[in-house]
């Protein structure tokens, strides 16, 4: 008898097809799946969110001139160059906040589409992978 024990073989299965993780992404919006009406779900309340928050912004700064002049009613008797105080604040105040919650507004609506956009693209696949999917 050998001393020497037999060499090892590794016995293996047949080779298998690497499994292809599906991403959910364009085609579930195009098909109007589930998935594709949680992803435009989702973008569409991220905007809701921003709307609401410049908004907000917007009412509060706005709606807070009032009742300053309410509130403290010697600020109405005060003029700058001839000009009321108030008539001051909305020409030079509003105007300028209208154009920076404006830019704001913009800025992050495009942004949040770039990363939904980000979120959704990937390569489509063929018929082929759309059948070994199903």
Known sequence: MS????????VTGPPRRASHTRRPGAGDIDEGTRIGAILVGSLVGEQRRLAVRVLSVLAVTLGSLPL??????????????????????????VHPLLIGLGWFYVRRAEAN????????????????DRQALR
């Open 113 to 128: 589409e770039r990363a939904f956009a980000a979120l959704v693209e990937h390569d489509r696949p063929d018929d082929d």
């Open 68 to 93: 300053v002049f309410r509130l403290l009613p010697a600020l109405a008797d005060v003029r700058l160059l001839g000009i009321p105080l108030a008539y001051l604040l909305l020409w030079v105040l």
């Open 3 to 10: 001393s020497t024990p037999p060499e090892r073989v590794r």
